[in-house]
Protein backbone atom coordinates (compact mmCIF):
# COMPACT_ATOMS: atom_id res chain seq x y z
CA UNK A 1 0.00 0.00 0.00
CA UNK A 2 1.25 3.65 -0.65
CA UNK A 3 1.44 5.82 2.30
CA UNK A 4 0.01 9.12 1.79
CA UNK A 5 2.90 10.06 -0.07
CA UNK A 6 2.95 7.50 -2.42
CA UNK A 7 -0.89 7.80 -3.62
CA UNK A 8 0.12 10.94 -4.73
CA UNK A 9 3.43 9.85 -5.80
CA UNK A 10 1.55 7.18 -7.49
CA UNK A 11 -0.72 9.38 -9.94
CA UNK A 12 1.78 11.71 -10.98
CA UNK A 13 4.87 9.06 -12.05
CA UNK A 14 4.05 7.81 -15.52
CA UNK A 15 4.41 3.99 -14.95
CA UNK A 16 7.05 2.26 -17.85
CA UNK A 17 6.05 -0.92 -19.87
CA UNK A 18 8.75 -3.53 -19.17
CA UNK A 19 8.75 -7.39 -20.27
CA UNK A 20 9.74 -9.11 -17.23
CA UNK A 21 7.63 -11.50 -15.56
CA UNK A 22 7.18 -12.75 -12.21
CA UNK A 23 7.31 -16.55 -12.98
CA UNK A 24 9.85 -18.70 -10.67
CA UNK A 25 11.08 -22.09 -12.11
CA UNK A 26 9.07 -24.85 -10.51
CA UNK A 27 7.08 -22.34 -7.75
CA UNK A 28 4.30 -24.64 -8.26
CA UNK A 29 6.27 -27.61 -6.41
CA UNK A 30 6.95 -24.68 -3.90
CA UNK A 31 5.21 -23.59 -0.13
CA UNK A 32 7.11 -20.33 -0.71
CA UNK A 33 6.42 -19.36 -4.39
CA UNK A 34 6.45 -15.83 -3.77
CA UNK A 35 9.59 -15.81 -2.26
CA UNK A 36 10.91 -18.19 -5.17
CA UNK A 37 9.68 -15.49 -7.35
CA UNK A 38 11.48 -12.69 -5.68
CA UNK A 39 14.63 -14.45 -5.36
CA UNK A 40 15.41 -13.94 -9.29
CA UNK A 41 14.89 -10.36 -9.11
CA UNK A 42 17.37 -7.73 -8.50
CA UNK A 43 17.16 -4.04 -8.68
CA UNK A 44 19.92 -1.77 -8.66
CA UNK A 45 17.46 1.37 -8.14
CA UNK A 46 13.84 1.71 -7.57
CA UNK A 47 10.53 1.88 -9.68
CA UNK A 48 10.35 4.98 -11.53
CA UNK A 49 13.66 6.54 -9.55
CA UNK A 50 14.49 9.00 -12.41
CA UNK A 51 11.22 10.52 -11.84
CA UNK A 52 11.36 11.10 -8.65
CA UNK A 53 14.67 12.51 -8.65
CA UNK A 54 13.84 15.19 -11.43
CA UNK A 55 10.30 16.07 -9.11
CA UNK A 56 12.68 16.50 -6.10
CA UNK A 57 15.12 18.72 -8.74
CA UNK A 58 12.27 20.95 -9.98
CA UNK A 59 11.21 21.57 -6.14
CA UNK A 60 15.01 22.15 -4.70
CA UNK A 61 15.68 24.53 -7.89
CA UNK A 62 12.50 26.77 -6.71
CA UNK A 63 12.86 26.81 -3.64
CA UNK A 64 17.13 27.92 -4.48
CA UNK A 65 15.39 30.87 -6.75
CA UNK A 66 12.91 32.24 -4.10
CA UNK A 67 13.88 30.61 -0.43
CA UNK A 68 11.61 31.08 2.25
CA UNK A 69 12.82 32.99 5.20
CA UNK A 70 14.90 31.73 7.95
CA UNK A 71 12.35 32.96 10.80
CA UNK A 72 8.46 34.33 10.89
CA UNK A 73 7.84 32.48 7.73
CA UNK A 74 4.26 31.80 8.62
CA UNK A 75 4.24 36.09 8.45
CA UNK A 76 5.13 36.01 4.79
CA UNK A 77 3.31 36.87 2.47
CA UNK A 78 4.59 33.79 0.28
CA UNK A 79 3.94 31.64 3.32
CA UNK A 80 1.67 29.52 1.96
CA UNK A 81 3.42 28.56 -1.78
CA UNK A 82 6.61 27.90 0.61
CA UNK A 83 4.82 25.24 2.83
CA UNK A 84 3.65 23.82 -0.44
CA UNK A 85 7.12 24.16 -2.35
CA UNK A 86 8.24 22.52 1.13
CA UNK A 87 5.81 19.81 1.42
CA UNK A 88 6.37 18.41 -2.26
CA UNK A 89 10.37 18.47 -1.69
CA UNK A 90 9.82 16.43 1.85
CA UNK A 91 7.41 13.98 -0.71
CA UNK A 92 9.78 13.53 -2.87
CA UNK A 93 12.52 12.74 -0.40
CA UNK A 94 10.62 10.74 1.78
CA UNK A 95 9.71 8.78 -1.57
CA UNK A 96 13.24 8.25 -2.34
CA UNK A 97 13.91 6.90 1.50
CA UNK A 98 15.69 10.20 2.46
CA UNK A 99 13.86 10.37 5.90
CA UNK A 100 15.91 12.65 7.42
CA UNK A 101 16.04 15.11 4.63
CA UNK A 102 11.90 14.56 4.65
CA UNK A 103 11.27 15.17 7.79
CA UNK A 104 13.47 18.29 7.99
CA UNK A 105 11.02 19.50 4.45
CA UNK A 106 8.22 19.16 6.68
CA UNK A 107 9.61 20.56 9.71
CA UNK A 108 10.36 23.60 7.33
CA UNK A 109 6.72 23.39 5.71
CA UNK A 110 5.20 23.64 9.25
CA UNK A 111 6.86 26.57 9.79
CA UNK A 112 4.95 28.53 7.04
CA UNK A 113 1.73 26.78 7.63
CA UNK A 114 1.73 25.73 11.44
CA UNK A 115 -2.41 25.03 11.27
CA UNK A 116 -1.82 22.30 8.52
CA UNK A 117 -2.52 19.33 10.02
CA UNK A 118 -1.54 17.08 6.84
CA UNK A 119 1.88 18.18 7.22
CA UNK A 120 1.98 16.95 10.71
CA UNK A 121 1.21 13.80 10.16
CA UNK A 122 3.61 13.90 7.50
CA UNK A 123 6.39 14.89 9.48
CA UNK A 124 5.02 12.05 11.64
CA UNK A 125 5.55 9.62 8.69
CA UNK A 126 8.85 10.53 8.26
CA UNK A 127 10.09 10.25 11.90
CA UNK A 128 7.92 6.62 12.17
CA UNK A 129 10.28 5.47 9.20
CA UNK A 130 13.10 6.98 10.82
CA UNK A 131 12.12 4.70 13.82
CA UNK A 132 11.64 7.69 16.38
CA UNK A 133 8.70 6.71 17.49
CA UNK A 134 7.40 8.74 20.49
CA UNK A 135 8.43 12.12 18.51
CA UNK A 136 6.02 10.57 15.61
CA UNK A 137 3.15 9.99 17.76
CA UNK A 138 3.74 13.52 18.93
CA UNK A 139 3.72 14.61 15.45
CA UNK A 140 -0.12 12.74 14.56
CA UNK A 141 -1.11 13.77 17.95
CA UNK A 142 -0.53 17.75 17.00
CA UNK A 143 -2.43 17.15 13.86
CA UNK A 144 -5.00 15.27 15.53
CA UNK A 145 -5.08 18.56 18.30
CA UNK A 146 -5.71 20.50 14.94
CA UNK A 147 -8.07 18.24 13.28
CA UNK A 148 -9.40 15.76 15.34
CA UNK A 149 -10.17 12.60 13.46
CA UNK A 150 -7.87 13.12 11.29
CA UNK A 151 -7.31 10.19 8.89
CA UNK A 152 -3.43 10.27 8.05
CA UNK A 153 -2.67 11.30 11.42
CA UNK A 154 -4.57 8.86 12.48
CA UNK A 155 -3.28 5.49 10.55
CA UNK A 156 0.05 6.74 11.34
CA UNK A 157 -0.80 6.08 15.45
CA UNK A 158 -2.38 2.69 13.96
CA UNK A 159 0.75 1.46 12.17
CA UNK A 160 2.97 2.61 15.45
CA UNK A 161 0.61 0.72 17.78
CA UNK A 162 1.16 -2.36 15.23
CA UNK A 163 4.89 -1.62 14.84
CA UNK A 164 5.55 -1.82 18.38
CA UNK A 165 2.88 -4.92 18.96
CA UNK A 166 0.56 -2.74 20.66
CA UNK A 167 -2.31 -5.13 19.73
CA UNK A 168 -5.22 -4.08 21.28
CA UNK A 169 -4.68 -0.44 20.20
CA UNK A 170 -3.87 -1.74 17.14
CA UNK A 171 -6.92 -3.51 16.50
CA UNK A 172 -9.29 -1.19 17.62
CA UNK A 173 -7.33 1.92 14.97
CA UNK A 174 -7.37 -0.42 12.48
CA UNK A 175 -10.32 -0.98 12.63
CA UNK A 176 -11.50 2.14 12.75
CA UNK A 177 -9.59 3.34 9.98
CA UNK A 178 -10.74 0.94 7.90
CA UNK A 179 -14.16 1.77 8.58
CA UNK A 180 -13.60 5.39 7.92
CA UNK A 181 -11.81 5.71 5.01
CA UNK A 182 -12.72 7.65 1.84
CA UNK A 183 -10.86 5.34 -0.28
CA UNK A 184 -12.20 1.90 -0.57
CA UNK A 185 -8.76 0.40 -1.78
CA UNK A 186 -7.09 1.82 1.04
CA UNK A 187 -9.78 0.94 3.18
CA UNK A 188 -8.64 -2.79 2.09
CA UNK A 189 -5.43 -2.58 3.01
CA UNK A 190 -6.56 -1.57 6.65
CA UNK A 191 -8.30 -4.57 6.90
CA UNK A 192 -5.40 -7.01 6.18
CA UNK A 193 -3.52 -5.08 8.43
CA UNK A 194 -6.76 -5.09 11.28
CA UNK A 195 -6.88 -8.74 10.29
CA UNK A 196 -2.76 -9.57 10.58
CA UNK A 197 -2.98 -8.00 13.89
CA UNK A 198 -5.53 -10.05 15.19
CA UNK A 199 -3.31 -13.40 14.02
CA UNK A 200 -0.38 -11.40 16.08
CA UNK A 201 -2.09 -10.98 19.09
CA UNK A 202 -3.05 -14.85 19.03
CA UNK A 203 -6.93 -14.46 18.39
CA UNK A 204 -7.96 -17.85 16.64
CA UNK A 205 -10.50 -16.56 14.48
CA UNK A 206 -10.16 -13.42 13.26
CA UNK A 207 -13.11 -11.41 12.20
CA UNK A 208 -13.02 -9.04 9.36
CA UNK A 209 -14.28 -5.11 9.05
CA UNK A 210 -17.82 -5.34 8.42
CA UNK A 211 -16.97 -3.00 4.94
CA UNK A 212 -17.32 -4.21 1.48
CA UNK A 213 -13.41 -4.73 0.36
CA UNK A 214 -12.58 -4.33 -3.57
CA UNK A 215 -13.46 -6.68 -6.03
CA UNK A 216 -9.84 -6.20 -7.59
CA UNK A 217 -6.01 -5.82 -5.74
CA UNK A 218 -5.63 -5.64 -2.61
CA UNK A 219 -8.35 -8.44 -2.34
CA UNK A 220 -6.64 -11.34 -3.29
CA UNK A 221 -3.85 -10.81 -0.06
CA UNK A 222 -6.99 -10.23 2.11
CA UNK A 223 -8.41 -13.53 0.49
CA UNK A 224 -4.97 -15.44 1.53
CA UNK A 225 -4.69 -14.26 5.16
CA UNK A 226 -8.68 -15.73 5.45
CA UNK A 227 -7.31 -19.01 3.37
CA UNK A 228 -9.69 -18.33 0.39
CA UNK A 229 -6.49 -18.13 -1.65
CA UNK A 230 -3.29 -20.12 -2.29
CA UNK A 231 0.12 -18.40 -2.40
CA UNK A 232 0.60 -19.74 -5.20
CA UNK A 233 -2.80 -18.34 -6.47
CA UNK A 234 -1.69 -15.11 -5.54
CA UNK A 235 1.51 -15.54 -7.53
CA UNK A 236 -0.37 -16.27 -10.31
CA UNK A 237 -2.68 -13.09 -10.22
CA UNK A 238 0.62 -11.00 -10.06
CA UNK A 239 1.68 -12.33 -13.35
CA UNK A 240 -1.53 -11.11 -14.83
CA UNK A 241 -0.34 -7.41 -13.85
CA UNK A 242 0.59 -5.42 -17.58
CA UNK A 243 3.56 -3.37 -16.40
CA UNK A 244 6.69 -4.47 -14.89
CA UNK A 245 7.13 -1.50 -12.16
CA UNK A 246 3.27 -2.45 -11.09
CA UNK A 247 4.32 -6.28 -10.80
CA UNK A 248 7.22 -5.23 -8.76
CA UNK A 249 4.82 -2.89 -6.41
CA UNK A 250 2.44 -5.64 -5.27
CA UNK A 251 4.93 -8.01 -5.34
CA UNK A 252 6.55 -5.84 -2.13
CA UNK A 253 2.69 -5.98 -1.05
CA UNK A 254 2.63 -9.57 -1.15
CA UNK A 255 5.88 -10.38 0.31
CA UNK A 256 5.13 -8.56 3.12
CA UNK A 257 1.28 -9.59 4.07
CA UNK A 258 2.59 -13.47 3.45
CA UNK A 259 5.63 -12.59 5.89
CA UNK A 260 3.27 -11.14 8.63
CA UNK A 261 1.12 -14.65 8.42
CA UNK A 262 4.34 -16.50 8.64
CA UNK A 263 5.00 -14.66 11.62
CA UNK A 264 1.75 -15.02 13.34
CA UNK A 265 2.06 -18.58 12.96
CA UNK A 266 5.16 -18.68 14.49
CA UNK A 267 7.99 -18.97 11.52
CA UNK A 268 9.92 -16.24 12.52
CA UNK A 269 12.81 -17.00 10.34
CA UNK A 270 10.85 -17.79 7.26
CA UNK A 271 8.71 -14.38 7.56
CA UNK A 272 12.41 -12.66 8.23
CA UNK A 273 13.14 -13.57 4.33
CA UNK A 274 9.96 -12.38 3.42
CA UNK A 275 10.50 -9.14 4.70
CA UNK A 276 13.95 -8.96 3.37
CA UNK A 277 12.70 -10.06 0.11
CA UNK A 278 10.34 -7.48 0.04
CA UNK A 279 12.91 -4.83 0.96
CA UNK A 280 15.08 -6.15 -1.87
CA UNK A 281 12.69 -4.72 -4.11
CA UNK A 282 13.42 -1.39 -3.47
CA UNK A 283 10.21 0.13 -3.53
CA UNK A 284 10.75 2.47 -0.92
CA UNK A 285 7.68 4.63 -1.24
CA UNK A 286 5.58 1.97 -0.04
CA UNK A 287 4.27 1.62 3.31
CA UNK A 288 4.59 -2.39 3.39
CA UNK A 289 8.62 -1.79 2.72
CA UNK A 290 8.77 0.49 5.81
CA UNK A 291 6.81 -1.61 7.90
CA UNK A 292 9.01 -4.85 6.35
CA UNK A 293 12.08 -2.75 7.52
CA UNK A 294 10.50 -2.51 11.20
CA UNK A 295 9.99 -5.98 11.31
CA UNK A 296 13.54 -6.89 10.01
CA UNK A 297 15.01 -4.14 13.26
CA UNK A 298 12.87 -6.19 15.25
CA UNK A 299 14.31 -9.59 14.04
CA UNK A 300 17.60 -9.22 14.32
Not at 26 to 46: K, R, W
Not at 48 to 59: C, H, I, K
Not at 214 to 221: F, G, K, R, S, T
Amino acid sequence: MPASIGSRLRHILIATACGLLLSPANAEESDTPLLDSAATLSYASMPQEEALRERLAQAARALEQNPPPEENCARTLGAARFSELLDTLGAAQAALGDHEAAADAFERSIACSPRAPYLHAELARALMNLGRHEEARAAARRALDIEPGHPGATSIIARLDFIEERWPDAIERLGTVALSDEDPVRATYWMCLHWIAQMRSGVREPVTIDREPVEDWPLPILELLRGERSEQELLETLQEENTEPRRRELLTEALFYVGQQRLASGDAETARRYFAAAVNLKVLYFVEHQMALAELAKLR
